[in-house]
């Protein structure tokens, strides 16, 4: 499947028959556990947006707060660790996504699983990647304005649109092993000139938002909104550059990097 320059219903439709159907329940037993404590990891979703904005397909992602324990500063999907109350693992992820970006789960469209989940660093948590499409508020409307988002700034640090022609331009990207493992390479991409700062939604809510033209001035948009500058060579890289590429990988967007081979 070529990159689409934007989702068409047709195009949402071929995408969902190439993904897995969510896990069922019973979720299978545990494959790794934490080496210093011995205890089963909790298990974590999160959402992969596939959107419109201005016309052009996405990717919705985000910088996390410089203030979290864990991961702090870097890009990622929205979503956490499953609650007792949680109906699904899909439910989580969605959960998840209204809490860190204030994105409504109604106008989310579950279109299926990435497949097998990845351990996280540590083994404290087994992650599962679903993929979803995003509806504007009208419920068909194909089209998203970043405007309607409310990211909290306890959690983000700024919204990252990130446009699929990202992931065909070679000069963003690199080659990465995916917990160093040299049979397991994927593609970083270079991505924060993409990124809007939090700041950007207070007061104005985000206006103009929804209308980007290619990368951003994410240092001019930090000194309009006085929030703090987002790097313009932040890549998206681990878990979220691993679950990123193999989701272009079966769709056919972008072909893996070969395999490492050492020198003789």
Not at 158 to 182: E, G, N, S
């Given at each position: ?22 896990p ?31 016309g ?40 998840e ?60 640090a ?25 049979a397991?390479p994927?593609h ?77």
């Open positions: 499947m070529p990159v689409p320059r934007a989702f068409t219903p047709a195009s949402i439709a071929s995408i969902a028959r190439l993904l897995s159907p969510p069922r329940q019973p979720l299978p037993p545990h494959t790794a556990a934490d080496p210093r404590s011995g205890a089963c990891p909790r298990d974590a979703a999160v959402l992969v947006p596939l959107v419109n904005v201005g052009i397909a996405h990717v919705l992602m985000e910088v996390r707060a410089g203030g979290l324990r864990v991961h702090a500063g870097e890009a990622s999907f929205p979503g956490g660790k499953v609650d007792p109350t949680d109906s699904s693992l899909a439910h989580t992820a969605l959960r996504t209204h809490e860190e970006l204030g994105l409504d789960p109604a106008c989310v469209d579950v279109l299926g699983a990435l497949g097998a989940p990845e351990y996280s660093l540590g083994n404290r948590t087994r992650v599962w990647a679903f993929v979803g499409f995003v509806r504007g508020p009208d419920t068909d409307a194909n089209e998203f304005p970043l405007s309607i988002l409310r990211p909290s700034a306890a959690e983000v700024a919204v990252l649109p990130l446009p699929l022609a990202a992931l065909t331009d070679a000069a963003r990207l690199t080659t990465h092993y995916f917990r160093l493992d040299p397991r994927y970083k991409i270079r991505a924060g000139d993409y990124a809007v700062p939090v700041a950007a939604w207070s007061g104005r809510r985000g206006a103009g938002l929804g209308r980007p033209t290619g990368a951003l001035d994410v240092n001019a948009h930090a000194h309009a909104y006085g929030g703090p500058p987002i790097d313009p060579l932040l890549e998206v890289w681990g878990l979220s550059g691993w679950f990123l590429s193999q989701l272009a990988a079966r769709l056919g967007w972008l072909a893996p990097p070969p395999l490492y081979v050492p020198d003789d």
